[in-house]
């Protein structure tokens, strides 16, 4: 076998992967993880059963797929905006803004993480996958807030871990979203910024 065909087939290998857990991702969206069923996700990609087998062996091995996709996708957005020589109130803002993205244009994301993360108190096989994705999360906000605190855009008496889970609970609650009670994304992400910044009168704009 050439190297030409070896490439090939290798990114073939990966295009169904990323089909599979496209697939897998829609399902969970309409029917949640109770619906994740691999012949569902085999007729959606046009493929039989015993080839998606081929590619995720396990119910353990398509839930971290569904992962892998998940943190790619976050990656990707925060890719987007350069947080580079940024101060941290700076990149606290830059994460609100990435947030705010996923909740206007991106709602199947949070939903599949949601789920996920759901599924993941009671199922130890998904919390060992889904546990460190979201810790990455909550770390990244513990670096922000500790930064802030050096380089004096936050509070010098602020715990950033603390600082960190009041943030992402805030966060996740806004978007599961699973009662009627609400409030406006910008009156939530305002009122966070105000409860850590040094001055809040002037740490707007």
């Known amino acids: 076998m050439s190297v030409e065909q070896i490439s090939a087939r290798r990114e073939s290998g990966g295009d169904r992967r990323l089909a599979i857990a496209a697939a897998a991702r829609a399902i969970i969206v309409e029917k949640g993880l ?21 590619h995720v062996p396990s119910k353990e091995a398509l839930i971290a797929l569904v992962a ?10 925060a890719l987007r905006q350069n947080r580079q020589g940024k101060t941290a109130l700076q990149v606290l803002r830059l994460e ?9 244009d991106m709602p199947d994301l949070s939903i599949v ?15 060992e996958i889904i546990t460190p994705l979201y810790d990455f999360w909550r770390l990244q906000f513990v670096e922000i807030f500790r930064r802030g605190v050096e380089d004096g855009s936050f509070r010098n008496d602020i715990d950033p871990a603390a600082a960190a889970l009041i943030t ?34 002037s740490s707007q704009g």
């Open 34 to 54: 109770e619906g994740l069923r691999t012949r569902d996700i085999a007729a959606r990609v046009g493929i039989n059963v015993a080839t998606l087998h081929y």
């Open 68 to 77: 892998e996709t998940l943190r790619d996708d976050f990656k990707a957005q």
């Open 96 to 104: 609100f803004d990435d947030f705010r993205e996923i909740v206007n």
């Open 113 to 127: 993480l949601t789920e996920m993360v759901e599924r993941a108190r009671r199922d130890p096989v998904i919390a």
């Open 168 to 201: 992402t609970g805030a966060l996740s609650d806004y978007w599961r979203q699973w009662t009627s009670f609400r409030a406006s994304l910008d009156q939530v992400l305002g009122e966070l910024e105000r409860a850590f910044v040094l001055n809040p009168v």
